[in-house]
């Protein structure tokens, strides 16, 4: 006879970062212990979810026709839990590779900046980052999980650990599929132990999980698929509480689209527009975006070919009948019916949008504000609602109050009889470009100039080319249409004695700059850098410089462009160095005067090479100047 195996137990090493995020978890980050419970059901619920799918086209499955519903067992007196699912189960490898590892490199970034942040971490964010198993630590000094795969062939295991840094794994009988994990609650946390904690926590978190939940064999979610709801009969709390659960956040959504959709193609709908965009939303790869259903049957939580990438921060469901059930990634990334959906939801959407803007405009900057990082990047990419798009954009101006915004249109409908193009300035923060020497004209014509300080806008503002068939224009740059001023003006230099001084000018800044020529915008200032026709927008190229110094590859051989320097010849310090140059065309003081004045320049637009030199010769300047 055969002897009996023994069990063969093996113990692992967590990876390094799981260890410093398990003790993250457990000593630093305790403020709702509670999402302990939605991290595990919605573990169970995905794993229920993934053998639904497979059983849709491969009958071969261990336990083909067990209940699909997640089992939870407490008892009070003892303080033990378990939850079980008879779902789609774990290999070793799996065991060693899903639970031992942290996938997403955002995850460790998030984690760092909140162990250095002062306030108090929230850590109902922790389902956003694919680390919620973890979250059972905070309640239990040890669990253990016995899992068996959906495979008729597989083998039962139990992994143990004490989240302290390794954990053990060996081989167990397990008659039925699907994966059970156990543990006693710590000293904190035995409220969890009680039943009615359960059940409001279920309430709160996992209420539409699409799985019956048992608690000590009573059922206590109700499933039900809200969107399948007549718009009328879905009450606010519930729309709020599904988002919550739809997308792992804890606030409530800024607003909400339920669509139902018959014609050409046929899908509900039920979407959110969260409040703000999560963290890290530019590189977090594994953002969820919709969830996909198809006749009330999940197909997949992530479906991006639902939305164009400028709208993926929408969270919600669509759930169509047009799409077989078995629906593969494959087919929903080449079908016509997604397509269509794609069309129908983008032009709900916008028009959603288009509504907030017209008629609730604070909700409607609030979004901007928060959203239009990404969403204003459509304005590149779509070009069959580019249009609409646009209408859409708001930026601040110097006629709006700081903070305030305005749209194009706006901004048009202010412009004076003579104005023919829309003028813009580019740069890092408004209280920067209410300082550029550049918009002294302007502001002494009453011309109204956009403010543009989000640095997307760069990237969409100068290709707009025009709007109301006005064309945009940087004021920074030298080719726009400016009136010289006929009233009182200060009297300027003579055209022979400015020529002159801008030979000088010239021949002492040499290859420096583009060109030297007599400026019609200035009014205060004695002199402005601006950029040639053909050069690049400043604010511009200052991110492809940053990206060189990064040494990514496409701006690799970029050289900047080279400014021209506009002078005020009415501006005192012009004329004075223009007496000293008649003096003597090499005055030494004039020479230095001239490439301080350019580096100054450069200086206020964060460009300056060497302040060294720049404060040695303002030294030799000021001594200069000062001397008996
Ligand atoms: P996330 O669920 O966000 O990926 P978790 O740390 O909660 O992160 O879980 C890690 C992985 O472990 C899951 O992606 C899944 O592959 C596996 N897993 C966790 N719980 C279960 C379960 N009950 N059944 C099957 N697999 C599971």
């Known amino acids: 006879m055969a002897e009996k195996k023994e069990p ?3 113990q692992y090493e967590y990876q390094a970062e799981l260890k410093q995020l398990l003790h993250l978890i457990v000593h630093s980050l305790y403020t709702h212990p509670e999402v302990f419970l939605r991290e595990l059901i919605s573990n169970a619920s995905d794993a229920l979810n993934k053998v639904r799918f497979r059983l849709l086209t491969d009958k ?21 839990f378990s939850i079980e699912d008879t779902g789609i189960g774990m290999t070793r490898e799996d065991l060693i590779e899903r639970i031992g590892t942290v996938a997403s490199s955002g995850t460790m970034e998030f984690l760092e900046q909140l162990k250095n942040s002062k306030e108090k971490p929230d850590l109902n964010l922790i389902g956003q980052f694919g680390v919620g198993f ?65 059940r409001q926590i279920v309430n709160k978190y996992s209420n539409f ?32 509480e599904f988002y919550k659960f739809v997308s792992n956040d804890y606030q409530d959504p800024l607003g909400h689209l339920h669509l139902s959709i018959e014609g050409a193609v046929n899908f509900k709908a039920l979407l959110f527009i969260p409040q703000t965009l999560p ?101 590149n990419s779509d070009f069959s609602n580019r249009e609409k798009l646009i209408e859409l954009l708001r930026f601040e101006s110097t006629m709006t109050e700081k903070g305030s915004l305005t749209s194009l249109k706006n901004y048009v409908s202010r412009m004076g009889a003579e104005q023919k193009e829309i003028y813009y300035l580019s740069g890092e923060s ?3 470009l209410e300082r550029s020497p550049n918009l002294e004209y302007f502001r002494k014509k009453e011309i109204e100039v956009l403010l543009l300080s989000d640095p997307v806008d760069v990237f969409i503002v100068p290709g707009i080319g025009e709007y109301d068939k006005k064309p945009l224009k940087s004021i920074e740059k030298a080719d726009i249409d400016l009136k010289k001023d006929e009233t009182a003006q200060p009297e300027a230099l003579s055209e022979n004695l400015a020529q002159s001084l801008i030979q000088v000018f010239k021949e002492t800044l040499g290859d420096k700059v583009e060109d030297v020529i007599e400026s019609k915008r200035l009014v205060d200032s004695p002199a402005t ?3 040639g026709k053909e050069g690049m927008d400043a604010q511009m190229e200052k991110m492809l410089k940053m990206f060189q110094s990064r040494g990514e590859g ?39 005067c001239i490439l301080q004045l350019h580096e100054g320049l450069l200086l206020l637009n964060d460009d300056l090479p060497s302040p060294t030199d720049f404060i040695k010769r303002m030294n030799e300047i000021m001594a200069e100047a000062t001397k008996g």
């Open 8 to 10: 063969k137990i093996q």
């Open 60 to 80: 071969n499955v261990l336990d083909k026709d067990a209940n699909q519903e997640i089992r939870i067992t407490v008892d009070a007196k003892e303080g033990s």
């Open 134 to 198: 973890y979250s059972v630590f905070m309640v239990a000094d040890e669990v253990a999980i016995e899992t068996r795969h959906a495979n008729p062939d597989s083998q039962g295991y139990r992994w143990k650990s004490d989240g302290q840094g390794t954990f053990t794994i060996e081989e167990i009988d397990k008659p039925a599929r699907g994966t059970k994990i156990s543990f006693k609650f710590n000293e904190a946390s035995k409220e969890y132990a009680e039943e009615y904690r359960l």
């Open 209 to 240: 999980v699409d799985f019956p939940i048992l608690l000590n064999g009573e059922r206590i979610n109700r499933v039900e698929a809200l969107w399948h709801k007549p718009k009328g009969e879905v009450k606010e709390e519930e729309l709020n």
């Open 279 to 379: 963290p890290f939303y530019f590189r977090h790869e594994d953002e969820k975006s919709l969830h996909l259903y198809s006749r009330k049957i999940f197909i997949q939580d992530d479906c991006k070919e639902l939305l164009p990438e400028y709208l993926r921060f929408m969270k919600g469901v669509v759930d169509t009948e047009d799409l077989p059930l078995n629906v593969s990634r494959e087919v929903t990334q080449s079908s016509p019916v997604m397509a269509k959906i794609r069309n129908t939801l983008v032009s709900k959407i916008l028009a959603l949008l288009e509504e907030w803007a017209k008629n609730e405009p604070a909700k409607y900057e609030k979004f901007h504000k928060n959203f239009g990082p990404a969403f204003k990047l459509g304005v």
């Open 430 to 432: 408004r209280d920067l």
């Open 529 to 531: 850098l601006v950029i």
């Open 554 to 592: 496409f701006a690799k051989d970029f050289p900047g462009s080279k400014r021209i320097l506009e002078i005020n010849t009415a501006h005192p310090l012009i004329k004075n160095l223009s007496r000293l140059n008649m003096g003597s065309a090499a005055d030494p003081l004039l020479r230095q």
